[in-house]
Every structure is written in C-alpha cells, then in structure tokens.
C-alpha cells in the first residue's frame, strides 16, 4: 500500500529541463545543488559530468564536448549549481538572448526563376575586359537563363526576351541585342529535360504487371 502512494506521476513531476538525459539526471543535479559542502558539490558535479559522458565515450575527451557538458549541467540546475567549472560559465540572459535576424540574400527579386547564382555571374563578367574570354562567358550566361527561364515557364521563349533580362540584370553592362548572338533553340532544352525524365524498365513493367494480376486473390 506504501508503495501505491509513493507513486509519482508525470503530472506531480518538476519539469524536465533537458529531457534528454532523462529524470534520474535531472535528479542528481537537483542533489548536486542541494549541497551545502563546497567541496563535496564539486566532487559530485565532476561525477555527473563522467556519467554525462560515458553516454557518448568517443567525445567525451574532447574539449569542446567537455565544454557543452558542462554547459548542459548548468542548464539543468537552473544556474543555480554553484561549483568550479574548467570553462567560462554562460550566464542565464545570454542564453536566452535571441540572436539577430539574418537577411535573405536575395539580389534581384524580381527575375527569381533565375536564382542568384546567375546575378553573381553577371557581377563577375561586368569586371572582366571586353574580349572572346568575356563575350564566351556572356554567351553562356544568356544559354543558361534560358535554361532557367523553361524550367519555369514550358512555352518556347525568344532570345530577345533574355537579352533584355541580361541587359537589366547587368545595368545596361551587358547588351547582346545589339550583335548577331543565337542561343540555343528552345526545343533542344525540353527535349534534353524529357531525355533526363526516368522511364520504367521492362522489368519493372512485369512487375507492376504481376502486382496487378495478383491483386484479389486469396492468400492461404
């Protein structure tokens, strides 16, 4: 009967600061920091860290992972463990501190089917001295937003089109509608995709075959 009303429940429990250790941790921390005995605390917050560690043996010599596990050890106590640490102890704000949003790196949201890969590129060909180096690089950035341009958008699109998205995406830099410059037909691109598209083997053919013929019937 004792043992019925000793009984904890989850409900009844504290609440696990890092449930990943488990409640057993969670209660030797709380014993740690109960402890009045300067010397007998650190003694037992070092064992905690030696049984943190055997949970992952080939880090736990690792500096940096001795780091964190003495981090983690004062997460669970709350900060409230008053022992000697090997490494700076993170305080409580900082941790809790929300780090800085981080920009998109979007540079020309306008043209988004192009991504900006092709808007660096164009960067660096503007910089480059006009010759066959540039106007062979300038040519196939206007080939492969092409490319882009029909993974997007399936009808056939016309050269001049992606002249003056390069002419824009360049700031007027680049201006190949002026010259007697082709790309690559069109069809050749959707036919190239239709080529890369997978296709059923014969094999996989019979099988589906199979599966089918098979469907309804009684297995005994």
């Not at 016309?158 to 082709?182: P, R």
Request: hydrophobic share 30%; glycine share 4%.
């Amino acid at each position: 009967m004792n043992l019925v009303e000793n009984l904890e429940y989850n409900t009844e429990r504290s609440h696990l600061i890092i449930p990943e250790y488990g409640r057993h941790f969670q209660k030797m921390v709380d014993h740690a920091v109960s402890i009045e005995d300067r010397e007998e605390r650190n003694k037992i917050a070092k064992s905690i860290i030696d049984v943190m560690g055997n949970l992952q043996p080939h880090l736990r010599d690792v500096p940096d992972f001795q780091h964190k596990l003495w981090d983690q050890l004062f997460i669970m106590s709350d900060f409230k463990l008053d022992v000697e640490s090997p490494f700076p102890i993170t305080s409580k704000e900082a941790l809790q501190e929300k780090p800085e949003a981080l920009e998109y790196p979007q540079n020309f949201p306008k043209y988004r089917f192009y991504g900006n890969n092709i808007k660096r590129m164009i960067d660096v060909a503007v910089e480059w001295e006009k010759g066959d180096l540039r106007d062979g690089l300038e040519y196939a950035i206007a080939n492969h937003m092409k490319k882009c341009y029909l993974n997007w958008n399936k009808d056939v699109v016309d050269d001049t089109a992606i002249f003056k998205h390069l002419n824009e995406l360049s700031d007027g830099k680049i201006n190949l509608t002026t010259e007697d410059t082709t790309l690559t037909d069109s069809g050749q691109f959707l036919k190239n995709r239709v080529a890369k598209t997978p296709k059923y083997t014969s094999s996989k053919k019979n099988n589906h075959r199979n599966n089918n013929n098979n469907r309804g019937k009684k297995r005994y």
